[in-house]
């Protein structure tokens, strides 16, 4: 009982910490409401037919497991990792992606999954590998997408919402690591990050 009551200080605590440091972009009742109707279109989509969500780690960890839960299909999940930021958490550096050959995909459907669309560079080049792994159909989800200018003209088939352009974090989303456990969608107060 007494840990229970720690957790929940714990939990209120890190909220509070957030409300003070940061805008609240999108609360977490609205991702689950937009989850839930995606969830309702994809099913539609793939009519019974079994789907391999490909989960780009680490930033659509939350996203993926709360999708698979709205979907009443078929599911299995493979992961690849995407890896752009650099060092100072916000500025973007060299992309690389891992993990894919663990994996077989060919002749199977195929939805990847991603935390958030930029520049849009992660997911345009995720297609083309997938392209050219022959799957029976492919598409892309974000959870996010920046209202920036789109530099690869290419567009994910699914979004959940659109934000503004502004860093992000929360609900999967990191700067520096931290702040993936945020239950919501938040921005630092005047974009400025806290260390
Ligand atoms: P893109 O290749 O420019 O579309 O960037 C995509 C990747 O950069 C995403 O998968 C994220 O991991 C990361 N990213 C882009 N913008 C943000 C942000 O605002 N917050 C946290 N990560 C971001
Ligand atoms: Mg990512």
Same mark, same amino acid.
Do not use: M, S
């Given at each position: 009982m007494r840990n229970f009551l720690y957790i929940l200080l714990f939990c209120f605590c890190s909220i509070c910490w957030a409300d003070s440091t940061m805008d609240?972009?999108?609360p977490s009742t609205a991702i689950a409401q937009r989850l839930q109707e995606v969830g309702m279109q994809i099913d539609k989509q793939y009519k019974n037919e079994e789907l391999v969500v490909v989960m780009v780690m680490k930033g659509a960890l939350v996203v993926t497991a709360d999708l698979i839960r709205n979907l009443h299909i078929p599911v299995s999940v493979e992961f690849v990792r995407a890896k752009s930021y650099g060092?100072?958490?916000?500025s973007q550096g060299k992309l690389t992606i891992t993990g894919?050959?663990?994996?077989n995909v060919k002749g199977k459907n195929v939805l990847i999954v991603d935390d958030i669309f930029d520049s849009g560079t992660t997911m345009k080049a995720l297609v083309n590998i997938f392209k050219a792994k022959k799957t029976k159909s492919l598409r892309s989800l974000v959870l996010l997408l920046k209202q920036? #200018?789109?530099?690869?003209g290419y567009r994910p088939d699914h979004v959940l919402f659109e934000i503004p352009n502004r860093f992000v974090i929360g609900y999967g989303l990191d700067y520096k690591e931290s702040?993936?456990?945020? #239950?919501g969608i938040y921005a630092f107060k005047d974009d400025k990050p806290p260390f």
């Open positions: 609240l972009l999108i060092k100072n958490g916000t894919l050959d663990d994996f920036v #200018p789109y530099e690869t702040f993936r456990e945020l #239950p």
